[in-house]
């Protein structure tokens, strides 16, 4: 279609994704500094001008990407609240992240990339909003601990593990293709990932899964 009969704000919407999934996938590849501008443009097919047009600067087109990933990986505890059953929180946290291990393992690559250089880009917000975050999703962990709903465990080491746990089969996919002797990691293998690290990690936890209930006849 042609950019000239779309609304400016479309084409603006549009160009920005592009260049957002390009940028995503080079800096996953190549790094902050191994990335380029030109590179980013090529692989959006637009104009380095346009690139610097919709996002300033490489270094805030990066520090975009990982807080969009940040975002993405944990909408599903921003709103939760010592009401919500500990049980269905924990797996929903699981499957959500395994979902985006599938859909965007770029996303992950690169942000593990950025944690393995020392964090630069993130170290102000890991120790500001980010931690603030954590604590304060760790303060209903304990206040469900509290109420006997789970086992008293420690609950940022708990978020460090569904993080780690589901992050390693996009960031490590070719080591357990490798290992398995498969080319890809399919639907059904994530599936089978995902049912695995739910039970092991919810029973770790000391809740119980509730079946679903089967609509009445």
């Known amino acids: 279609m042609n950019d000239l009969k779309l609304p400016e704000s479309s084409v603006r919407v549009r160009n920005e994704q592009r260049i957002l999934d390009a940028a995503e996938s080079v800096f996953a590849c190549h790094g902050y500094r191994g990335a380029s501008l030109q590179a980013i443009a090529a692989a959006a097919g637009l104009p380095k001008s346009n ?3 919709y996002v300033g600067s490489k270094r805030k087109l990066y520090i975009q990407l990982l807080e969009r990933t940040m975002m993405r ?3 599903v505890l921003s709103d939760i609240s010592v009401d919500d059953d500990p049980a269905e929180v924990l797996e929903a ?3 959500s992240k395994m979902a985006l291990s599938r859909t965007h393992p770029q996303s992950s690559r690169l942000f593990a990339n ?3 250089q020392g964090a630069p880009f993130l170290q102000a917000s890991l ?3 980010m931690r603030d975050w954590v604590l304060s999703r760790a303060a209903i962990f304990d206040q469900w601990a509290a109420r006997g709903l789970m086992d008293p465990i420690d609950p940022v080491w708990l978020i460090f593990l569904i993080w780690s746990a589901t992050q390693h089969y996009a960031d490590f996919e070719a ?3 490798g290992i398995t002797n498969r080319a890809e990691l399919d639907d059904r293998d994530f599936a089978s990932a995902t049912d695995f690290l739910c039970q ?3 029973k770790g936890c ?9 609509p009445e006849a």
């Open 51 to 53: 690139v610097l047009y």
């Open 73 to 75: 990986w944990n909408a």
């Open 93 to 95: 946290f699981i499957r």
């Open 114 to 116: 950025e944690i393995l």
């Open 127 to 129: 120790k500001g909003e």
């Open 175 to 177: 080591q357990i293709v």
């Open 200 to 202: 092991v990690i919810l």
């Open 206 to 214: 000391g809740v119980t899964r509730v079946p679903s209930r089967l």
